[in-house]
């Protein structure tokens, strides 16, 4: 199967089939689905987790929320997780432990990604933003952002306006939730679409080896988002913002749709940087994904494929 019909399958809802690999205990995968495609009492279900979240004290024994270990492990461990071999499998995790949080809080739907590629034609207007049945938009833009901080666009609507989050790239720090479009009003821009259209991850998924695939999908589509968005999702911090988490659905469901394209390799295929710094030796599968006490410390053979009985779920 060509990866642009998966693509395309799963952005119209359809669900996308997971070999099973030897071991699996995984017989029912949980589906995960876009955004837009969920109802509005669901939509606003998965908010209400989020928003309890921060009633929740630091599993992590923290004097900060729940919520905020998210951004403190993510911050911590900025330069171990990213521009790495790793960034795929720690993403991975990273995303499951927060949706088992939100179930934690009671959520009872699936776990959302957005599918940016549906957007670029104005991502502004992308249904994640709904004041009603999003997120919320834009920060504040009457904020000249070479003057002030961009942490001071607070979110002037949705259901996160007036939503405080507690660490910045110095520490603990809380402030409100920040965004900072580079959407042509605080930036010349337009959110830096052709970053991340249907053509672009085309060629991300054309990639034959996990560490071009990697290298693409990271310094392209996905950073991209995350300037594109700015204000609290830019930093090491951008777990902050609730949008985090359905970025890196997305990207954790690009990966798995290049996986299913040959799964009995590409399930096992890893490689490229160990470390940010030049240090000899190749990543492996062996390699011990630090989690600093959000959850066990694993290696990243455990988290390879998303039909395991740890993970268990599908696109």
Avoid at 174 to 180: D, I, S, Y
Wanted: proline letters at 7%; hydrophobic letters at 35%; a negative charge.
């Amino acid at each position: 199967m060509r990866f642009s019909s998966l693509v395309l399958s799963a952005s119209l809802g359809a669900a996308a089939t997971i070999p099973r690999q030897a071991g699996d205990a995984c017989a029912n995968p949980a589906k995960r689905v876009e955004w837009r495609t969920m109802t509005p009492e669901v939509q606003k279900q998965y908010v209400d987790a989020v928003l309890c979240l921060k009633t929740k004290p630091s599993g992590m024994g923290l004097n900060t929320s729940r919520y905020d270990d998210f951004p403190y492990v993510h911050t911590k461990l900025d330069k171990t997780i990213h521009t790495v071999a790793m960034f795929l499998p720690w993403h991975r995790l990273f995303v499951q432990v927060y949706e088992d949080s939100l179930r934690d809080c009671g959520y009872t739907g699936p776990m959302a990604y957005w599918d940016w590629t549906l957007d670029t034609a104005d991502v502004t207007k992308a249904p994640v933003w709904d004041a009603t049945t999003g997120f919320g938009g834009n920060g504040d833009p009457a904020i000249d952002p070479l003057k002030e901080s961009s942490r001071k666009k607070c979110l002037v609507d949705g259901p996160l306006r007036g939503f405080e989050v507690a660490y910045t790239m110095q520490g603990l720090d809380p402030h409100c939730l920040a965004r900072n479009w580079n959407s042509g009003v605080a930036f010349p821009g337009d959110m830096l679409a052709d970053a991340y259209t249907p053509d672009v991850v085309a060629d991300v998924a054309a990639q034959a080896r996990y560490q071009d695939f990697r290298y693409k999908l990271e310094g392209g589509p996905h950073g991209a988002i995350h300037s594109a968005v700015g204000g609290d999702m830019s930093p090491a911090t951008s777990p902050n913002d609730p949008i985090f988490f359905l970025h890196h659905a997305q990207i954790d469901r690009l990966w798995t749709l290049w996986q299913q394209e040959n799964p009995a390799v590409r399930t096992t295929e890893f490689g490229g940087p160990k470390t940010q710094n030049a240090e000899p030796g190749e990543a492996s599968l062996e390699d011990v994904m630090p989690y600093l006490g959000l959850v066990p410390d694993i290696r990243v053979s455990e988290v390879m494929s998303t039909h395991t009985s740890k993970l268990c779920y599908a696109y």
